[in-house]
């Protein structure tokens, strides 16, 4: 079949079914778009649109760059030549300085590899490693389509919603058992602390109770510490890497600490053992087919940021303090409409559970996770992710909303938004590091106010909570 511009020599063999050109692999003919990105290209054409939609779906850091960061950008703007595989000595070496000083971690320059955020280089490691993955859940849209897309099994490891989604050793052995009599090989445990949907942080003795268990069935535990950073500090961040080193890789990054997602810088910790320089072959030539090397202008700017000058340290600290005064209030207001949400210890994420509504939810039509998170932005624009992104079971009435947005205004000039977040910043000095609202002068936050109160309009309307 030809068209009125197709040559008939070039075109003749041109097919419209799906088993002719263009066919696809069977593992991607069911692949979808991440959630979280689909959401937030939804949320943009409907603000298009012109409706006033409360974006709880995306969690962007959202302040402005530093001045420092965008310096150390312009100065290296020039900087056009292929960087090693594994990043640039200096940027290495400022990395791994900064988990020493900052983690307590043990880590030199030769365990760390550079590249293009953190995203790919989880890919690598599940593609380098041998084994099925243990993946405790709710976890973040990614890790599991990852996962089996390098050809690994997934066993979801079930966490406590009523402790603040905690990991115990009793459910990991459980999940491995299951697992192995099953056929899988589990060899890896995936965690993310402070997490991606909850916003849960693991408790120090949980951590070392994870890291003993591992050990003792030399299981290798991937540490995804991109919100490390964000602490609301009424609980410390504690890496399993303290605790098991020879077997734990570490992985962050520059996008929420720094808000620099768009420039898309991440690295891994891998352990100072011969099994670690041996994974650290199989990454740089994993890295070397498919990304060559993270943008050498933008590994030059890292270098300023993990070098943690006073200035920065300082940015970073009050931009998790924002973050956590605004998480913190939207947690109170759900407490205080009585619906069950594990307490927040870092990031800018909420995990609430609207089970105590599910027979007035089911008269509305409601009964998965997917189904609340279409009424409350179809009918009280609301946007917010199902908990069935996450891993969690659909039927089970959890969403997860981010508040890392809230504080962005919504009217004037780009310089007069910057200069708005700058000034929010100034402010952070005066909220308490334990991160009590309640204690505190709420600061002047718009969206947040008009998200708390579309929240608890939408409660209160659908009635009592079931006993």
Same mark, same amino acid.
């Given at each position: ?72 950008? &312009?100065? $290296?703007?020039?900087? =056009?030549?292929? #960087? ?7 940027? *290495? @070496? +400022?990395? !791994? ?64 919603? &009523?402790? $603040?989604?905690?990991? =115990?050793?009793? #459910? ?7 697992? *192995? @009599? +099953?056929? !899988? ?283």
């Amino acid at each position: 079949m030809t068209t009125p511009l197709s040559h008939p020599a070039v075109c003749s063999q041109q097919q419209d079914s799906a088993g002719g050109s263009l066919p696809l692999a069977s593992i991607a003919q069911n692949l979808a778009p991440s959630a979280t990105l689909a959401i937030n290209e939804l949320i943009a054409a409907r603000r298009a649109e012109g409706r006033q939609v409360i974006h709880l779906g995306f969690g962007e850091a959202s302040f402005p760059l530093h001045p420092a960061l965008r310096a150390a950008l &312009t100065e $290296h703007a020039t900087s =056009t030549s292929y #960087a090693p595989v594994l990043g640039i000595p200096a940027l *290495r @070496q +400022a990395i !791994a300085d900064y988990l020493v000083r900052v983690r307590s971690l043990d880590v030199s320059a030769k365990s760390v590899v550079v590249g293009p955020g953190s995203k790919p280089l989880l890919y690598v490691l599940l593609q380098a490693l041998e084994g099925d993955l243990l993946l405790p859940t709710p976890s973040w849209v990614s890790y599991a389509p990852q996962a089996r897309l390098v050809g690994r099994r997934v066993i979801a490891v079930e966490t406590d919603p &009523t402790d $603040h989604q905690r990991l =115990t050793p009793q #459910a990991l052995s459980a999940a491995l058992e299951s697992a *192995r @009599q +099953a056929g !899988a090989n589990p060899r890896i445990l995936l965690v993310n602390s402070p997490s991606n949907p909850t916003g849960s942080m693991f408790a120090p003795e949980d951590v070392e109770a994870i890291a003993s268990w591992a050990r003792e069935r030399n299981i290798t535990i991937i540490s995804d510490e991109i919100y490390a950073e964000l602490q609301h500090g009424w609980r410390a961040h504690t890496s399993p890497a303290r605790c098991y080193g020879e077997g734990t890789i570490v992985t962050g990054g520059l996008s929420k600490a720094f808000s620099a997602g768009g420039w898309r810088l991440g690295y891994a910790a891998l352990p100072k053992t011969e099994a670690g320089a041996r994974l650290m072959n199989a990454v740089q030539a994993l890295a070397s087919e498919i990304w060559s090397s993270a943008p050498t202008p933008i590994q030059e700017a890292a270098v300023v940021a993990f070098s943690f000058a006073p200035e920065l340290s300082t940015y970073v600290h009050r931009s998790a303090r924002i973050h956590g005064h605004m998480t913190g209030r939207l947690y109170q207001t759900l407490s205080d409409l009585g619906v069950p949400c594990p307490r927040p210890a870092g990031a800018f994420y909420l995990y609430p559970d609207f089970a105590p509504w599910r027979a007035a939810l089911a008269a509305r039509g409601v009964t998965t996770s997917e189904g609340l998170a279409r009424l409350l932005l179809d009918e009280w624009d609301i946007a917010a992710l199902p908990g069935a992104a996450f891993c969690d079971r659909p039927e089970a009435l959890r969403l997860r909303m981010a508040t890392s947005l809230l504080c962005v205004p919504e009217a004037g000039a780009p310089e007069e938004r910057e200069a708005a977040l700058w000034n929010l910043l100034e402010q952070a000095d005066g909220l308490l590091a334990n991160n009590n609202p309640a204690a505190v002068a709420p600061l002047p936050l718009p969206m947040l106010a008009r998200a708390q109160e579309r929240l608890a309009a939408f409660v209160a309307s659908l009635g009592a909570p079931e006993v």
